[in-house]
């Protein structure tokens, strides 16, 4: 059984910054790729970023390349999204999610994933 607990999400302007913490209660996280996904008012849940237990090995959106980056540390089981550049269009609730089954590259490219692991979220508001 694997917990994920998120944070760091609030209100900011457009332009502004944001880094959310992914942190897992999980024996050998640094064995599990980890994923942000995230969901707006009535819009399908959509991937934005992933990371393999590789932290070299990492994947991103088109929407939110060059503005996002994901990171980790599993001396503390925590996975990072710093967040720049914000624009109001990634206003959405935050979720991270793993599973011991599914890569990074998987997370990103399969829709719809059936990640057994899912945090309970964060929102993320930008204003104009």
């Known amino acids: 059984q694997v917990q994920l607990v998120e944070s760091g999400g609030g209100l900011v302007q457009a332009g502004e910054s944001l880094n959310l913490s992914c942190v897992a209660s999980?024996?050998?996280?640094?064995?599990?790729?980890v994923g942000w996904f995230r969901q707006a008012p009535g819009s399908e849940r959509e991937f934005v970023a992933a990371?393999?237990?590789?932290?070299?090995?990492?994947y991103f959106a088109d929407s939110v390349k060059g503005r996002f980056t994901i990171t980790r540390d599993n001396a503390k089981n925590t996975v990072y999204l710093q967040m720049n550049s914000l624009k109001v269009e990634d206003t959405a609730v935050y979720y991270c999610?793993?599973?011991?089954?599914?890569?990074?590259?998987?997370?990103?490219?399969?829709?719809?994933?059936?990640?057994?692991?899912w945090g309970q979220g964060t929102q993320v508001t930008v204003s104009s």
């Open positions: 999980a024996r050998s996280f640094d064995r599990y790729a």
């Open positions: 990371i393999n237990w590789d932290p070299d090995t990492t």
């Open positions: 999610a793993t599973d011991a089954k599914y890569t990074a590259s998987d997370m990103a490219k399969i829709d719809s994933l059936p990640l057994d692991y």
